[in-house]
């Protein structure tokens, strides 16, 4: 059964940071892309950032550039995601996702096969 599991949500004020975490099991790490998507509620789901199996690559959103770093521990089938200068419009739902490498875009939910249940980020003003 696969499991991803995302933690280090929380409440934060503008300017701030946290780091988020997403533990995987039940598939084989290093054959998936991993990306983290956020939802608003009454909101379509956002791609945040991407990676690809070996960390080689990564893709983020225009509104997280310079401020969120993807990154990877195969070793410890794990995902991060530091995001820094956190600000209000950050506030969301975070999700990690995985998708086997070579299935398309990055950008689109839709070709991610494996998601977790979520992690609430607030950042306060």
């Known amino acids: 059964q696969v499991q991803l599991v995302e933690s280090g949500g929380g409440l934060v004020q503008a300017g701030g940071s946290l780091r988020l975490s997403c533990s995987t099991s039940?598939?084989?790490?290093?054959?998936?892309?991993m990306g983290w998507f956020r939802q608003d509620p009454g909101q379509d789901r956002e791609f945040v950032a991407a990676?690809?199996?070996?960390?080689?690559?990564?893709y983020l959103a225009d509104s997280v550039k310079g401020r969120f770093i993807v990154s990877r521990d195969n070793a410890r089938n794990t995902l991060y995601l530091q995001m820094n200068s956190l600000s209000p419009e950050d506030t969301a739902v975070y999700y990690c996702?995985?998708?086997?490498?070579?299935?398309?875009?990055?950008?689109?939910?839709?070709?991610?096969?494996?998601w977790g249940q979520g992690t609430q980020v607030t950042v306060s003003s």
């Open positions: 990676i690809s199996w070996n960390g080689g690559n990564t």
């Open positions: 996702a995985a998708m086997q490498e070579g299935s398309g875009s990055y950008y689109r939910p839709n070709l991610y096969d494996y």
């Open positions: 039940g598939l084989t790490f290093d054959n998936y892309a």
